[in-house]
């Protein structure tokens, strides 16, 4: 009877923790969508990047962001979000443009 309970005690705390870790990879998705696919709308013209490549940028710009607006400037929160755009918008950028040359070098290679 005791194994039982602790296997119960313990099998509550495995899903517990490995719940909480699953929400923070669905949030970190969702607002690097979120933040990635408004750094797309602020590069004007067409990325070559996909929606994977836009979901980790607008991550990587979310954490960058939030780092430059808390942290370094200490802006409120408003700001803040707009650092991460602003961030995601360059990250989106620099690999468009890297996409684009990789695209245009095989366009090249492919002519007589």
Not at 30 to 58: D, E, H, K, M, S
Not at 76 to 89: D, H, K, N, R, Y
Request: with cysteine; glycine share 14%.
């Amino acid at each position: 009877m005791a194994a039982l309970v602790l296997a119960l005690i313990v099998l509550v705390i495995v899903l517990a923790v490995a719940g909480w870790a699953l929400w923070i990879i669905i949030s970190a998705a969702v607002v690097g969508a979120i933040i990635g696919g408004l750094g797309r709308l602020v590069v004007p013209g067409r990325q070559q990047i996909g929606i994977l490549a836009t979901i980790v940028l607008g991550w990587v710009g979310s954490l960058i962001g939030s780092l430059i607006g808390r942290h370094i400037l200490h802006v409120g929160q408003i700001l803040t979000v707009l650092c991460e755009i602003g961030v995601a918008a360059v990250l989106v950028a620099i690999a468009s443009s890297r996409a684009g040359n990789a695209l245009a070098g095989r366009t090249r290679s492919l002519r007589w």
